[in-house]
Antibody, heavy 120, light 108 residues
Framework: EVQLVETGGGLIHLGGSRRLSCEVS????????MNWVRQAPGKGLEWLSV???????FYADSVKGRFTISKDNSKNTLYLQLNDLRADDTAVYYC??????????????WGQGVLVTVSA | SYVLTQPPSVSAAPGKTARITCGTP??????VHWYQQKPGQAPTLVIC???ERPSGIPERFSGSNSGNTATLTISRVEVGDEADYYC???????????FGGGTKLTVL
């Protein structure tokens, strides 16, 4: 059974930092592309970042330079380092696994999400 | 880059058909995927690659994609289908994932 479990959320002060973790079971992240997606309260889904199996990374403009995606294949764990946090970073953060075929990519599994609240 | 436009809300009576659109120029040239999200839950995939249903998704869910519009169609709508629905594409030129703004389906 595939499971993605995010941890590390909580209340963080403006300008602060936090590292989110996503422990994966049921498949090896070394062979998979992995995403982070967030959802602000009452808002839609916002893609944040991807890390490909070989380690290359890409970011949404809204978080580029502040957030860093990484992974530890030996621990089968995905990370998202959040720096210089702003109030509008308050959201539920989801990790997600990606499947690519026929020239397109989509998310096949989602974690349950972890809430990050940024406050003064 | 893509900007995907969805109607904020759609309603349908039980047993009727609901159609949720996702629009952007030339969307018909790329694969579109649809997710269902119920309150307090993570999204789940209901349609991938324009028309394919993942295992466990009822046949009542179908998709199409042509020209400037992709459409998620839910036939014989049930109360349990009430949720937010999001379309998504992958922009291969930038390696970015793009979501539509989401559509709230209300079952009357």
């Amino acid at each position: 059974e595939v499971q993605l479990v995010e941890t590390g959320g909580g209340l963080i002060h403006l300008g602060g930092s936090r590292r989110l973790s996503c422990e994966v079971s049921g498949f090896s992240i070394s062979n998979n592309y992995m995403n982070w997606v967030r959802q602000a309260p009452g808002k839609g889904l916002e893609w944040l970042s991807v890390i490909y199996s070989a380690g290359s990374t890409f970011y949404a403009d809204s978080v580029k330079g502040r957030f860093t995606i990484s992974k530890d294949n030996s621990k089968n764990t995905l990370y998202l380092q959040l720096n210089d946090l702003r109030a509008d970073d308050t959201a539920v953060y989801y990790c997600a696994s990606v499947y690519c075929t026929s020239g397109s990519c989509y998310i096949d599994y989602w974690g349950q999400g972890v809430l990050v609240t940024v406050s003064a | 880059s893509y900007v995907l436009t969805q109607p904020p809300s759609v309603s349908a009576a039980p047993g009727k058909t609901a159609r949720i659109t996702c629009g952007t120029p030339t969307i018909g040239t790329t694969g579109v995927h649809w997710y269902q999200q119920k309150p307090g839950q993570a999204p789940t995939l209901v349609i991938c690659l324009d028309t394919e249903r993942p295992s466990g998704i009822p046949e009542r869910f179908s998709g199409s994609n042509s020209g400037n519009t992709a459409t998620l169609t839910i036939s014989r709508v049930e109360v349990g289908d009430e949720a937010d629905y999001y379309c998504q594409v992958w922009d291969s030129r930038s390696d970015h994932w793009v979501f539509g703004g989401g559509t709230k389906l209300t079952v009357l």
